[in-house]
């Protein structure tokens, strides 16, 4: 049997032994400490602190945003204890708020001294970005991502270290903010001093188009901003900046004019290029035939741009030899290549004006040779108003049928114009063409003839009328005289009777037969004015032109007594 020394340990070495021992079993909670991973399994990382005592933390509390944990069993870490042999006998510890105690107390110090520290966004939330600041999660405002413009797309920001500045910090609520703005503005206020020093009115300078107006664009110049007004970015005119420009874009401008009390700055970029209206007159002549681009159609005139540099006006008037043009976008396109005539120069406005229907004849002065007075032909409908209809005559002139020319009988002129159609086939008749005022009058009820008009030409004036009575008012008496092609009269009150006292509308009746004389026609009712005082007198002069004379001293009474008792 082997025996055990039996050797004696003095007082000094048994006190370093003890000590020994217990060098690192001075495990405080809520304090960090450092241990050393033993494994890592299933997703539990195992940590040995010291006197046999060891602690379980979940593998994800290893992690950060963006990032995988890449753990190495007998690699050392630093731990948060919380509990010391609870009441499993376990350790718990946590790795997660020791690194956030560690944060902590380092943010703490670039918030006292305000240095910078580096983040990493790893998500976008309302209003701006979670940013991971060494384990600990801070907000980045979307208006304290940067100073020169608002970011569209915060996601390329994801992922990738950012420089920061802490604006405020709460240990106690665990709030941090942000600002990466703040660095920027610190940069700019040197950036703009030394600008500043150098900016002088004619300067040329680059920049970076910052934001983009209806009325203009703003050129960021690293610190100072400019603008050029619309006017001042091309010698051609543009509908808005953006046509020619972009955001972010780098631009050279020119200084025009610099308030160094304001810091404002007004650029542009047409004066860094000639000026082409100093030589238009070398380039363009009136009546030169050139093709120019549409850039811009409105309701009265259309934009065109000719050579690239200057630009060109066609009047509503000028697009078409039609009386009643349509809208310019139903003659041109915009982007289209027209050719055009040259008509003026004008240097005030800096522009030309153009025609487009002077590169065809005047059809007007060529409708004579193919219309006449009193012609006839079918067309169809282009337009209806509220006084008439237009008609295509011919390529580029419409001719217009006035309401009151449908219809023979004026009651049916507006059913008839309601009724019409666009593109409805209609037959005409041309009553009047004027070259010089470009006007052509048509007809409808032209095409057949005129009833009244016949039936005066069969009735002339003086005529006897036998008609019918169809109305009886205070002013007169309305008579039928053709039923058939609605021909009527009409007797005034004082035309009743040569005899005043005999000028009774009462003396009369609806549906009685009525003769009168024939004395004038109202053009504007096209009835015929009737008189039976006028049928009166005429039978009175017969009466004595057959019987007697004004010179026998016979009275009228006794001539008609002698006839009537023959």
Not at 238 to 250: A, C, F, G
Not at 357 to 365: G, I, R, T, V
Not at 387 to 395: P, R, S
Request: include cysteine; proline fraction near 3%; glycine fraction near 6%.
């Amino acid at each position: 049997m082997n025996k055990v020394p039996n050797n004696k340990i003095s007082n000094s070495q048994y006190d370093e032994l003890i000590a020994k021992t217990f060098k690192n079993t001075k495990i405080k909670e809520n304090s960090i400490i450092t241990g050393k991973i033993v494994s890592v399994e299933n997703d539990i990382v195992t940590i040995d602190v010291g006197l046999k005592s060891e602690g379980r933390i979940p593998l994800n509390e290893f992690s950060r945003p963006g990032y995988k944990p890449e753990l190495n069993v007998g690699e050392e870490t630093e731990v948060y204890i919380e509990n010391v042999d609870n009441a499993n006998g376990e350790t718990v510890l946590s790795r997660e708020k020791a690194v956030k105690q560690q944060a902590w107390h380092n943010l703490q110090e670039s918030f006292t001294n305000n240095t910078i520290v580096t983040g990493i966004p790893y998500n976008r939330v309302k209003g701006g970005m979670s940013v991971d600041l060494n384990g600990v999660t801070a907000f980045l405002p979307g208006s304290q991502i940067d100073t020169r413009q608002i970011t569209k797309d915060t996601k390329e920001l994801l992922n990738k270290p950012l420089e920061l500045l802490i604006l405020k910090m709460d240990k106690y609520r665990g709030n941090i903010v942000v600002s990466r703005k703040a660095i920027t503005e610190s940069e700019m206020k040197e950036q703009r001093k030394e600008l500043l020093s150098k900016i002088q009115e004619g300067s040329i300078i680059e920049g970076k188009v910052k934001n983009l107006t209806d009325y203009g664009a703003f050129i960021d110049l690293g610190g100072l901003d400019g603008l050029v007004h619309v006017t001042d970015i091309s010698w051609t005119k543009i509908n808005n900046p953006s046509d020619i420009l972009e955001l972010n874009q780098n631009i050279k401008v020119k200084v025009l004019k610099f308030d160094e009390e304001l810091s404002r700055l007004s650029l542009g970029i047409k004066q860094l290029s000639e000026n082409p209206w100093e030589s238009v007159n070398d380039n363009i002549k009136v009546d030169q035939v050139i093709e120019a681009k549409v850039i811009n159609i409105s309701d009265n005139h259309v934009n065109i741009l000719i050579n690239e540099k200057y630009d060109g006006l066609i009047t509503l008037s000028e697009l078409t030899w039609l009386k009643k043009p349509p809208h310019p976008s139903k003659i041109v396109n915009t982007n289209e290549t027209v050719s055009i005539k040259v008509l003026e120069i004008d240097d005030d406005k800096k522009r030309l004006i153009c025609s487009l229907k002077q590169m065809k004849d005047n059809p007007w002065e060529k409708l004579k040779d193919t219309y006449e007075i009193n012609d006839s032909f079918e067309t169809e409908i282009v337009n209806i108003v509220d006084f008439g209809i237009f008609v295509k005559v011919q390529d580029e002139i419409d001719g217009m049928v006035h309401v009151s020319d449908l219809s023979w009988d004026e009651k049916e002129c507006d059913k008839i114009l309601k009724d019409f159609k666009k593109g409805d086939k209609i037959k005409v008749k041309i009553l009047d063409i004027n070259v010089e005022k470009e006007r052509i009058s048509l007809g409808v009820k032209h095409l057949i003839d005129d009833p009244v008009q016949n039936y005066i030409d069969n009735n002339p004036l003086k005529s006897k009328l036998t008609g019918k009575i169809i109305a009886i008012d205070d002013k007169g008496i309305k008579v039928e005289l053709d039923p058939e092609n609605s021909i009527f009269g009409y007797i005034k009150k004082n035309n009743l009777s040569k005899d005043k006292n005999e000028q009774r509308n009462e003396r009369f009746a609806v549906g009685e037969n009525i003769d009168s004389i024939f004395i004038s026609v109202d053009q504007k009712t096209r009835n015929l004015n009737l008189s039976i005082k006028e049928l009166e007198i005429q039978e009175e002069k017969d009466a004595l032109s057959k019987y007697g004379s004004s010179d026998s001293g016979a009275s009228l009474g006794d001539i008609l007594g002698s006839v009537l008792k023959k």
